[in-house]
């Protein structure tokens, strides 16, 4: 029984090895969100929008999430991946919504 688990392991691991990358496309328009979302946090910054100690921690985590992209960008992306950084960018942009929200 263990080794039928450990052949079964080793085939869905190289099956995951073998998954093509995907394409640009999605990896741009993350990009694209990374960047607008970092203009976000700088805009409610320079208006007074945010604090600076907000503004700080979401900048960093926008950085965050740009090093992420550009790890991942090196050995291409999968499909997990791009909906990781999907996400991250989405819970950096409620974030923002309700800092904003809150010092209003």
């Known amino acids: 029984m263990r080794r039928i688990l450990i052949g079964v ?5 190289s099956a995951a090895l073998l998954a093509p990358p995907v394409s640009a496309a999605g990896a741009d328009q993350l990009l694209q969100k990374i960047s607008q979302l970092d203009q976000r946090v700088d805009q409610a910054k320079e208006s007074g929008a945010i604090s600076n100690r907000d503004a700080s921690r979401l900048e960093r985590q926008v ?10 960008e090196r050995g291409g992306f999968t499909r997990s991946e791009l909906r990781l950084l999907d996400q991250r960018i989405a819970k950096v942009g409620q974030q923002l919504a309700t ?6």
């Open 99 to 104: 800092t904003t929200a809150a010092d209003a």
């Open 9 to 13: 392991s080793a085939i869905l691991m």
């Open 63 to 72: 950085d965050q999430i740009a090093d992420l992209h550009i790890s991942y």
